[in-house]
């Protein structure tokens, strides 16, 4: 049984890896299938991925490229788990609603309520790190930061500036007929998701390389990151998950599978002032938020890991600001 389910992960390898960089033909079939959109918000293309120049510029451009598909091989020193940017930004960052870099370049700097001022790129990829990636930010300067924006740059060349793109962030969902359901949410997951994220959302790994990201645990994504927000998830499971089958679930599915995986404990938010209840108040507020309140009769948040994961048994100096 352990040798089969070592082959069918060894066998979905290619088709995953294949898949987040951009290449998974059945996905991008279902996407041309698709009916046109009715938004007023203005399409765009990104370039081709072979066409990234082969010069200076296009040295750096590949460098990001690298770092987004691959992000704790080029970039360890920064990150805390396995996850990588294309754990959540399909297609190398090229999949319309799901958060595509070519969207987001074009809309920085912004305020964000998050962290109430105006972000910068850098400061916004800083905090991909930190949350998503449950790690360290690299300097704003840093070959780590350049290389990406260098990416997003490129990646969104002659698309308006101060826009929003059709395709830009996360297609949000009208709210659910009925209330997200723990018990439900665990139904679909078990048949939907448990066979790539494992059954206890622990992911997948083939020779120490993720394949499946995990969804919850120590290994995932912290209380701060977005996706611990169940509208986010919701948005964005409902329009990529499972792979290669994103729409196949219902909108009610989708809220109660979010519900479910951020039902889980999780890294601590590395804003957390030693207080669950003061956090909450500060950073949780939102109703959909599940930080701080009590499912299944434990205070989420209460029993988190600290935050950094992997790092924090690193060296000190491998978190040192650098490349």
Not at 124 to 152: H, W
Request: glycine content about 10%; proline content about 6%.
């Amino acid at each position: 049984m352990k040798s089969s389910r070592k082959q069918f992960i060894r066998g979905t390898l290619g088709l995953a890896l294949l898949g987040l960089a951009g290449a998974a033909g059945a996905q991008a079939a279902a996407a041309d299938a698709a009916p046109a959109s009715t938004n007023s918000a203005p399409q765009f293309t990104p370039p081709a991925a072979t066409a990234i120049p082969d010069d200076a510029f296009g040295k750096v451009v590949k460098q990001g490229q690298d770092i987004f598909l691959k992000t704790g091989l080029y970039a360890g020193k920064y990150v805390g788990n396995n996850l990588n940017c294309v754990s959540c930004h399909m297609d190398a960052g090229r999949r319309s609603d799901a958060s595509p870099l070519w969207a987001a370049y074009v809309l920085y700097p912004a305020y964000r309520a998050k962290n109430g001022h105006v972000n910068t790129l850098a400061e916004r990829l800083q905090g991909c790190f930190q949350y998503s990636m449950n790690g360290a930010k690299p300097a704003a300067d840093s070959e780590t930061i350049v290389a990406l924006e260098s990416y997003m740059y490129w990646m969104a060349k002659n698309a308006p500036t101060g826009v929003k793109l059709e395709g830009q962030g996360f297609k949000r969902l009208p709210k659910p007929a009925q209330p997200a359901d723990y018990t439900r949410g665990q139904q679909v997951f078990q048949k939907n998701c448990a066979l790539c994220h494992g059954a206890n959302g622990q992911g997948q790994s083939v020779e120490g390389h993720m394949v499946f990201p995990a969804l919850w645990g120590d290994d995932s994504f912290n209380w701060g990151a977005g996706m611990h927000s169940i509208p986010t998830a919701a948005a964005f499971i409902k329009a990529n998950m499972p792979l290669g089958k994103g729409g196949s679930l219902t909108d009610q599915e989708a809220w109660d599978v979010a519900y479910y995986m951020n039902a889980q404990e999780r890294p601590q938010d590395p804003r957390f002032n030693g207080s669950v209840e003061e956090t909450q108040k500060k950073y949780h507020d939102a109703a959909t938020d599940l930080y701080g309140q009590t499912v299944n009769g434990k205070v989420l948040g209460a029993n988190s890991t600290p935050h950094g994961g992997m790092l924090r048994t690193k060296a000190p100096s491998a978190s040192k600001p650098g490349a």
